[in-house]
């Protein structure tokens, strides 16, 4: 069994400010993790993934996220957010070293607002 | 870059219409999924399928079915639509299931609203 929960439905920050979007997960399974974001009126772009490697994992647009298995959690940052950055963005988990998309689980996403 | 199409960006039906919803990816990936998005909830997975012909139900199948007659062709049958099914609609597509955790390209999406 594996449960995503993003602790925020909504963030608001100013442009340039640090970014923190949080992500806890558990699973019966060593987990995978994956961050999407979601533009409007788009479909998911994957940002990063974690699978078992460098537990602090970087992605695309300058997003970084950071493994603790101790603290089962995931969490997203960026050091200065762009206005560009606003969207919706999910936490998702998956049983390790399987490619079983039917198998992924996400949580229910944070919507991330920027204001100028 | 791999591109997944859906047919439509916004439908309107009412209630007790058969509706399909159809989706195409141009990467010969073997993988393809059909997910329904509620704010709040993510995305939960419908149906499935990781060949042509072959369909497994995901988390929510109740009241929808698939076609896939094509490998590149994924189609999401709502057999009678219920005003409960007012949501958007995400199609995505991965590799073959040797490509361990890769990512899921997705569509557009299409936002289906039932009256």
């Known amino acids: 069994a594996q449960s995503v929960t993003q602790l925020d439905s909504h963030v608001s920050v100013s442009e340039g400010t640090p970014v923190l979007l949080r992500c806890n997960y558990s699973?019966?399974?060593?987990?995978?993790l994956f961050w999407y974001v979601q533009h409007p009126n788009k479909g998911l772009q994957l940002l990063l993934k974690?699978?078992?490697?460098?537990?602090l994992v970087k992605g695309i647009n300058g997003f970084e996220a950071e493994f603790k298995k101790s603290e089962t959690s995931f969490h997203l940052t960026k050091p200065s957010a762009h206005m560009s950055d606003a969207a919706e963005y999910f936490c998702?988990?998956?049983?390790?070293?399987?490619?079983?998309?039917?198998?992924?689980?996400f949580g229910g996403g944070t919507r991330l607002m920027v204001k100028p | 870059d791999v591109k997944v199409t859906q047919s439509s960006r916004y439908l309107v039906k009412r209630t007790g219409e058969k509706v399909f919803l159809e989706c195409v990816q141009d990467?010969?990936?073997?993988?393809m999924f059909w997910y329904r998005q509620d704010p709040g909830l993510g995305l939960r997975l419908i149906y499935f399928?990781?060949?042509?012909?072959?369909?497994e139900k995901g988390d929510i199948p109740e009241g929808y079915s698939v076609s896939r007659e094509k490998k590149e062709r994924f189609s999401l049958i709502l057999e009678s639509a219920s005003t409960n099914q007012t949501s958007m609609y995400l199609c995505?597509?991965?590799?073959?299931?040797?490509?361990?955790?890769?990512?899921?390209?997705f569509g557009n999406g299409t936002r289906l609203t039932v009256t």
């Open positions: 995505a597509s991965t590799p073959s299931r040797g490509n361990l955790n890769s990512p899921l390209h």
């Open positions: 699973s019966s399974y060593s987990p995978s």
């Open positions: 974690y699978t078992s490697a460098a537990t």
């Open positions: 998702v988990v998956t049983p390790r070293g399987l490619n079983a998309g039917n198998m992924l689980t």
């Open positions: 990467m010969d990936h073997e993988n």
């Open positions: 399928s990781y060949d042509v012909k072959m369909k």
